[in-house]
């Protein structure tokens, strides 16, 4: 199983962006999906997840904010972040739990600057 995520990057306060994870090596539509993220001497802390049925969740911070979706033929899970604030400063991961076990991908940083 691998996750690829990528579309981090510096954005001003109040800025977009758009993270995207590629997924390779499962039944994609099967599965939940998630992105997570640690920003330095913090813990890893969930933002947002996807059922197999679409279904959302997201952190309390980030309601409002963040959307996350995905695109089962193109086996891809996105995060769209727009609003950014300084505290969402973290590296990114997309998550998923298959064959008993987590994944995560490699990360992907996202600076945002006041």
């Known amino acids: 199983v691998q996750l690829q995520a990528s579309g981090g990057g510096l954005v001003q306060a109040g800025g977009s962006l758009r993270l995207s994870c590629k997924t390779h090596g499962i039944a994609f539509k099967f599965y939940n999906m998630a992105w997570y993220r640690q920003a330095p001497g913090f813990q890893r802390e969930m933002v947002a997840s996807?059922?197999?049925?679409?279904?959302?969740n997201y952190a309390d911070s980030v309601k409002g904010r963040f959307t996350i979706s995905r695109d089962n033929a193109r086996n891809m899970v996105y995060l769209q972040m727009n609003d950014l604030k300084p505290e969402d400063t973290a590296v990114y991961y997309c998550?998923?739990?298959?064959?008993?076990?987590?994944?995560w991908g490699r990360g992907t940083l996202v600076t945002v600057s006041s």
């Open positions: 998550n998923t739990n298959a064959r008993g076990q987590e994944w």
């Open positions: 996807i059922t197999s049925s679409s279904d959302k």
